[in-house]
């Protein structure tokens, strides 16, 4: 497979445009939080205001000090469903999201990536099925594309592990949170109904990272009608600019914290045993998936080594072990 054909990938989208859509009545708030993203945010834009669609565009922009300021300035005066807002300092993408979300009109909510870009015909695809079975949540397949050769990148974000019988199936995951976390947790891959969110208060943490994985969590604990579909939504961009390695070591506390933060969910939801294990378990993996990249690369440092033991005490350890191989931790532990 060469240079991805996206046109061609994503033709049989275009059949679920609407024709006579009511532009000020969005039925779908897109919400991007911004830093400078001045190589692709027009992309971004474009791929998004060509769709024929009932849509508003929230950009966020967290402090920018590139042309993007005056890119988004130049979006805002040409097209009426394009809001700017301008963060006082910086913020990260988590609250920048948030801010968004207050003031989204849509009765659903896409949390976009200022470099990524959207599939012709998601938009109207995605609230028609959303809409008709009332969803609070709705996930679908992307691609993922290494930047640096323009090639699709297999599996990611396709749903390889997921079962097909499930899929445009309504779903709940204290029912099947083992089938729920086949899929990513990233935001962007799907739209959630915003009453549902407000009402329910769930909102992006402020970590620096990993602040979507609590925002999954939260979603999924408290959301009753669940989908997952195999449309290709978003094409997600990979390998750009510092590597992610340096800045996850970096920012390692943020995992840390976002493994508290969800076994606190668990906590606060009274969650039964299925699902309990099932988030504490990802959460595991997420933290010792970034320790073990860092320990063959023999870049970990003192400070990682005793942050995980003080995250993980006596308690969380027994409480892994008595799952024995169910769990991941048995080979984790090695590395500590």
């Given at each position: ?23 000020n009545?969005p ?10 993203a ?13 769709q ?37 300092k910086?913020?990260?993408?988590g609250?920048?999201?948030n ?13 976009m990536?200022?470099?990524?870009f959207?599939?012709?015909?998601s938009y ?10 009332y969803?609070?949540m ?7 594309i ?10 990611q ?27 990513n947790?990233?935001?962007?891959n ?6 549902f969110?407000l009402e ?23 959301a ?40 606190n969910?668990?906590?606060d ?11 504490l378990?990802?959460?595991?993996r ?16 003192p400070a ?13 350890r027994?409480?892994?072990d008595?799952?024995g191989?169910?769990s991941k931790w ?7």
């Amino acid at each position: 497979m060469g240079i991805i054909d996206f046109t061609c990938l994503c033709r049989k989208n275009q059949n679920y445009y609407f024709n006579e859509a009511k532009m000020n009545e969005p039925k779908i708030s897109v919400i991007i939080p911004v830093y400078n993203a001045q190589k692709y945010i027009r992309k971004c834009l474009g791929s998004i205001l060509k769709q024929h669609f009932p849509l508003e565009v929230i950009c966020v922009d967290d402090c920018s000090t590139d042309s993007t300021p005056e890119i988004l300035k130049e979006y805002a005066e040409k097209y009426s469903n394009v809001t700017v807002l301008r963060n006082e300092k910086n913020m990260y993408a988590g609250p920048s999201r948030n801010r968004g979300l207050e003031i989204a009109k849509g009765e659903y909510v896409h949390f976009m990536d200022s470099d990524d870009f959207v599939a012709p015909g998601s938009y109207a695809y995605m609230y028609k099925k959303a809409k008709k079975n009332y969803l609070d949540m709705l996930k679908t397949r992307c691609v993922a594309i290494n930047e640096k050769t323009g090639f699709p990148i297999k599996k990611q974000y396709r749903f390889p592990r997921f079962k097909k019988e499930l899929y445009n199936t309504v779903l709940d995951f204290h029912n099947r949170p083992e089938d729920l976390y086949c899929i990513n947790v990233v935001p962007w891959n799907g739209i959630y109904r915003r009453e549902f969110l407000l009402e329910n208060n769930i909102r992006f943490n402020d970590l620096f990272c990993a602040n979507d994985r609590s925002f999954y969590v939260n979603v999924c604990i408290i959301a009753k009608r669940v989908m997952i579909t195999r449309r290709t939504f978003v094409f997600h961009r990979k390998n750009i600019g510092d590597s992610l390695v340096g800045k996850r070591a970096t920012h390692f506390d943020c995992d840390l914290e976002s493994f508290k933060i969800c076994e606190n969910m668990c906590n606060d939801n009274n969650v039964n045993d299925k699902v309990r294990f099932e988030i504490l378990e990802h959460e595991l993996r997420n933290v010792f998936g970034w320790y073990k990249i860092f320990n063959d690369k023999k870049t970990v440092s003192p400070a990682h080594k005793q942050a995980i033991n003080e995250l993980f005490s006596d308690s969380r350890r027994s409480y892994f072990d008595s799952y024995g191989e169910k769990s991941k931790w048995s080979v984790f532990k090695k590395l500590i």
